[in-house]
């Protein structure tokens, strides 16, 4: 799993995605007072499989895209720059080979913040990626 997360995270750096973000990408969960807009990857479930001749690894991998903005321009603009960076890409993992990576599901929500500027609409996207590798 390490391995992993460390090629999503080079993967991530100098993007569009983490210069749009300000490199506020985080795994598992962001650090207490982030600054809005910002990106959590967390790992929801990897599982191996095996054949007569290979094994592989199935991994569930959740990206949550956070804003405060008044526009949904913001996040929309984050989903463009996460899919564009990580459905169907090229993914360089040490020890195994990536199969696939590709988009499963969106589920956007919204949620009332009080901040010390008073209530703001927190927005979240939380995006599911299904990541296959074999072990090398």
């Known amino acids: 799993m390490k391995n992993l997360i460390a090629a999503i995270m080079t993967k991530c750096a100098d993007s569009d995605l983490s210069n749009y973000v300000g ?7 962001a650090e207490q007072k ?11 479930s990897s599982a191996p499989e095996s ?3 290979e094994e592989f690894t199935d991994t569930l991998l959740q990206a949550s895209l956070f804003s405060t903005s008044d526009s949904v321009v913001e996040i929309m603009t984050m989903d463009e720059y996460l899919n564009a960076l990580f ?3 090229d993914l360089t993992i040490t020890g195994s080979t990536l199969i696939w990576m590709r988009r499963t599901n969106l589920v956007t929500m919204t949620d009332s913040l009080t901040t010390e500027n008073g209530q703001r609409t927190l927005r979240h996207w939380a995006e599911d990626y299904e990541i296959k590798t074999s072990l090398n």
Do not use: L, M, N, S
Request: hydrophobic residues 40%; charged residues 30%.
């Open 23 to 29: 490199g506020r990408i985080y795994i598992d969960e």
């Open 34 to 44: 982030a600054e809005f807009p910002y990106v959590v990857f967390k790992i929801i």
């Open 51 to 53: 054949t007569f001749t």
């Open 87 to 89: 459905d169907e890409c």
